[in-house]
Structures are given as structure tokens and as C-alpha cells.
């Protein structure tokens, strides 16, 4: 599969117009920068046809759900989120024959330069979607193509009962940028900020998690160690992956580095942290109440209290701060109690448009860390 953007990108309102104008909506999904443009679109000039989604396979449930009652729904996600959506898109979709729209984008593409953690996905998503019986094809590449395309997707879910998927190359849709509401900032920390306070306040040989994006990129850039994992890809699994190392290294303070939005996505992370207790565990969540590197799409993280949902879960303390001195105090406090412990660090969206990558390929970081954890 390959797509000729000769004519260039679509415009993203014209798609989102086109779509609901084909009888398509609600959308439902989980932010990828490939859509990014389209998520805004919908989020600007069309409120309530877009519901941000913890994850995919939650998105997929919402979808089907919203088919029962007579729409012809649609999912937004990026190709890693199709691990996600197995489970819902093969064992409920495909048996109830309830037919979604996947837009599906593809990091990782082959020939297209991409980050080590799309490269497998990228390389079998079209195969993923031919084994889940998944028919698709490539998203159109002009207005032209667009509304046949729409109608080839319904004729095929209309007719079939079956999910439909367009996968989404990068440079598919043009780059869409509303007028922002002007606000103050509420909050006096960037999350590179945060950042600098927490590794000061951690122990020496505290071992640091740093959730994927940008997180793990700024933890990098600014404070490299050997006993640092950047969890690159699998998006909400840095706490779990940090309570297992937490309950095989007791002797080590392990600190998570988590955001909002990938703490949503693997929400029940909680509840077995809570359960197995680890009492050297910190789960730190950077809160900028948005999915900045897909664009600064809202995530629902507003209307959450983590710190109630922590506390439900099991955890021993939890703190809600934004500055850096309420945050020093928060890490003192739980430094001289048994955790688990999570603190939420309320910060402002941004960060420097020139961060780059680490420069440690993933399975170096991860050799690395191995010798710092039995150091």
C-alpha cells in the first residue's frame, strides 16, 4: 500500500464536513498527530460530534455502542491503538455485526522514517486489519476521491455489518489551526519544570520511569542517567511497568513519571498498585489536561480527581500541587511513609518546539537500566 499526496494534504474541515454530510458521526477516539488536524476541526466547529476516549478499545465499545441507536459511528485512533481494539473490534463489533469506521493512521509506514516504537506496527497493520477481517483501503488523497470512498465504507458496513477502516498516511490531512481562547496560566510549572524538581527531591539512586512523548524526551534531555527507563510507545503502561519493578527491587525507590492522558488510558493501573502495595513506589502524574504531542487536544483529565481515585484504589497518600515548592514538600511527605504514594502535578501545556529524541536507541536505555536496578 502507498498514497501519492501530489495534489497535498486535504484540507481538515472540508473532510469534516464531507464525512458528516455522508451520514458519518459521532466520532470517538484517542488523539494521533496524523488526525490531529481533524480532532480539532471536530472539536472546533462541530462540539459533541467528537468524545475523547480513554483508550481504543474503549472508543470501539462507544462506537458500537452509538450504532445500537441507529448512527453510523466512527473511530479515530492511531495504528499502536489498534493492540487496544482487538478484543472490541473481533469479539463485539464482528459478532453483534455491528460495523464502526476506523480511521486508522499509520506511523511506521515502511519507507517513511518514524520512531522505534511504531516501526512493527507500521510494518503489519494493513496484515492486522486483513486477519481481524477488517476490509480497508488508504484514505483518499483527494476531494475528489472522498466522497466515493465514504460511500464504498457505507455500502460495505451496510451490507456486511462489519467494521470498515481507512488507514491514514502522515501528510494526509492539512494542518488545522483554530483561534485559541485566550487564558491566563494557572498554573506556574511547565512540565520540564516539574521535571527538574522531582529528579532534585528523588533520591540519588531513585530509579526514574518516564511515560512516552514528551515526558520521557524532557527527562532525557535535561537529566540522563543510568538508572532512567524512557517507556517509549505503549502508551499507559509506565506504572505498571514500574510496579514491577518496584515489588522486585524493595530496596530501590521507584519513581513513575506519568501524564494525564496516558494514566487515563490504563486507569486500572491504580487499582493493582493499590492492591499489591509496594511500599517503594511514587507514581507521579504531570497533569497538562491535554495530549500535546498529538496536537493539545483536551483529554478528560479535568473532570477526574486522581488523587480520590488513587486513594479508592489502595494507594497510602496522594498530594494535588502545581508548584514547586507544595511538590518538594508532597515528595518529602511521602519520602517518610510507606507507599504506594501519588502525587498529581497540576502544570501548564508547552514545551521547546526544538526537544529532540533520545539518543540511546530503546533497547540500550532498557540494557542500561537492567545494570543500574542490580548495581
Not at 88 to 101: K, N
Not at 106 to 123: A, S, V
Not at 185 to 203: H, K, N, Q, S, T
Request: glycine fraction near 10%; proline fraction near 9%.
Amino acid at each position: 500500500m502507498s498514497i501519492s499526496l501530489a495534489d497535498g494534504p486535504l484540507d481538515s474541515a472540508t473532510v469534516a464536513q464531507a464525512m458528516l454530510d455522508a451520514g458519518f458521526g459521532p466520532f470517538a477516539g484517542v488523539p494521533c498527530s496524523f488526525l490531529g488536524p481533524l480532532i480539532s476541526v471536530l472539536q472546533a466547529e462541530h462540539p459533541g460530534s467528537y468524545l475523547t476516549a480513554a483508550n481504543e478499545g474503549e472508543a470501539v465499545a462507544i462506537a458500537a455502542g452509538a450504532v445500537l441507536t441507529g448512527r453510523r459511528a466512527v473511530v479515530v485512533l492511531q495504528n499502536s491503538g489498534l493492540g487496544n481494539a482487538v478484543n472490541p473490534l473481533t469479539s463485539l463489533c464482528q459478532t453483534l455485526r455491528l460495523p464502526v469506521l476506523l480511521l486508522v493512521t499509520w506511523r511506521g509506514e515502511p519507507g517513511r522514517p518514524d520512531e522505534p516504537q511504531h516501526q512493527l506496527m507500521g510494518r503489519i497493520t494493513p496484515d492486522l486489519l486483513s486477519s481481524m477481517e477488517i476490509a480497508h483501503e488508504l484514505f483518499p488523497g483527494t476531494p475528489g476521491e472522498l466522497f466515493p470512498a465514504l460511500d464504498r465504507a457505507a455500502v460495505h458496513m451496510d451490507r456486511t455489518g462489519r467494521p470498515y477502516a481507512f488507514v491514514v498516511p502522515k501528510g494526509a490531512l492539512a494542518p488545522y489551526r483554530p483561534v485559541p481562547d485566550p487564558a491566563p496560566d494557572a498554573y506556574p510549572m511547565l512540565r520540564a519544570e516539574a521535571i527538574g524538581e522531582i529528579v532534585g527531591a528523588a533520591r540519588a539512586d531513585a530509579l526514574l520511569l518516564a511515560t512516552t512523548g514528551k515526558t520521557a524526551r524532557e527527562l532525557e534531555r535535561d537529566w540522563d542517567r543510568a538508572g532512567n527507563l524512557y517507556v517509549v510507545g505503549s502508551m499507559g503502561c509506565a506504572a505498571s511497568v514500574g510496579l514491577g519493578v518496584a515489588l522486585h527491587a524493595p530496596e530501590r525507590e521507584v519513581v513513575v513519571l506519568d501524564g494525564d492522558g496516558a494514566a487515563l488510558m490504563r486507569l486500572e493501573a491504580m487499582a493493582t498498585i493499590g492492591h499489591q502495595a509496594p511500599g517503594n513506589l511514587l507514581h507521579i502524574v504531570l497533569d497538562n489536561a491535554a495530549y500535546e504531542s498529538t496536537g493539545g487536544q483536551p483529554t478528560i483529565s479535568g473532570g477526574l480527581d486522581f488523587c480520590a481515585v488513587a486513594a479508592a484504589c489502595g494507594y497510602r497518600t496522594t498530594a494535588d500541587v502545581s508548584g514547586p515548592a507544595p511538590l518538594r514538600a508532597a515528595m518529602a511527605r511521602a519520602a517518610e511513609r510507606t507507599g504506594p504514594h501519588l502525587i498529581r502535578v497540576r502544570v501548564r501545556p508547552g514545551s521547546d518546539p526544538s526537544l529532540g529524541r533520545p539518543a540511546l536507541t530503546p533497547p540500550e536505555v532498557a540494557a542500561r537500566f537492567r545494570k543500574a536496578v542490580s548495581a
